[in-house]
């Protein structure tokens, strides 16, 4: 239920013009990568931008926290069919991580974002994990998948390489969505499915649950976006009624 004087009409108010919601892994350890599926089952129909992300933390064996990063896909309108990739992220005093050279191109030169040709409808894994043979190095990947088999349908594509300076396991992970569009713009709808992470010592684990979280009024966000499940996955969508309240533990299927 809304509460009176919540947002649902205009543009965010946030800081950065954006409204976003998020789904947290409810999954604790120590991680040398991580992946998701994410699918756009409704795409925009705005020339605003949006993104759908996963978010990786990175931490040292110390226990200290290095920094984050987040890899998705955006509806751009600076890029080729408005559709792009982004790989970057900010170490733990806030600055912008480097990276290595895409041998992507970029309409917008911009070093994390790069053009990709993704599709409404087609499932896309996102990777994370450590570079082989160069330590606090951390590789984005993205891999089309067969919508029905969900099995590789083309190599997966690196977009980068990304220094973590001190970042030598993930340590915790986060899926988004950010929306620049007003919150009144049609619908958009995403899908996340299959996530997992391996441990520093070779584990698959899967988180059993992800908790929702949403912007708040005070912050600027929207109020009629929601995050939900469906028989494959969690669903996130905006202009819609918020079914599932904030903090919500909601079940990961499989």
């Not at 600076?78 to 050279?101: C, I, K």
């Amino acid at each position: 239920m809304l509460r009176t004087g919540e947002r649902t009409r205009g543009r965010p108010r946030s800081a950065n013009g954006a409204s976003s919601f998020h789904l947290r892994w409810d999954l604790a350890g120590r991680f040398r990568s991580v992946s998701v599926t994410l699918e756009v089952l409704q795409p925009p129909v705005v020339d605003e931008l949006h993104f759908w992300a996963l978010q990786a933390d990175f931490g040292s064996r110390d226990g200290a926290h290095r920094g984050g990063a987040h890899l998705g896909l955006q509806w751009h309108p600076g890029h080729p069919g408005s559709t792009a990739v982004n790989w970057g992220g900010y170490d733990a005093g806030g600055r912008e991580l480097r990276g290595s050279s895409s041998t992507m191109p970029s309409r917008t030169g911009n070093v994390n974002t790069r053009d990709l040709a993704w599709l409404p409808g087609v499932p896309y894994r996102l990777t994370v994990g450590a570079t082989p043979g160069e330590p606090e190095w951390w590789t984005g990947t993205v891999t089309p998948l067969d919508p029905d088999s969900r099995e590789p349908v083309a190599p997966a594509v690196e977009v980068r390489r990304l220094h973590v300076p001190g970042g030598t396991e993930l340590t915790g992970f986060t899926m988004w969505s950010e929306v620049f569009a007003p919150c009144d713009a049609p619908t958009v709808v995403v899908r996340w499915s299959d996530p997992r992470a391996t441990s520093v010592d070779d584990r698959v684990r899967r988180p059993a649950t992800c908790t929702t979280s949403y912007q708040r009024h005070e912050d600027g966000g929207c109020a009629n976006t929601s995050s939900s499940t469906d028989a494959v996955g969690l669903v996130q969508a905006t202009a819609v009624e918020r079914t599932v309240v904030n903090g919500t533990p909601l079940p990961v299927a499989g």
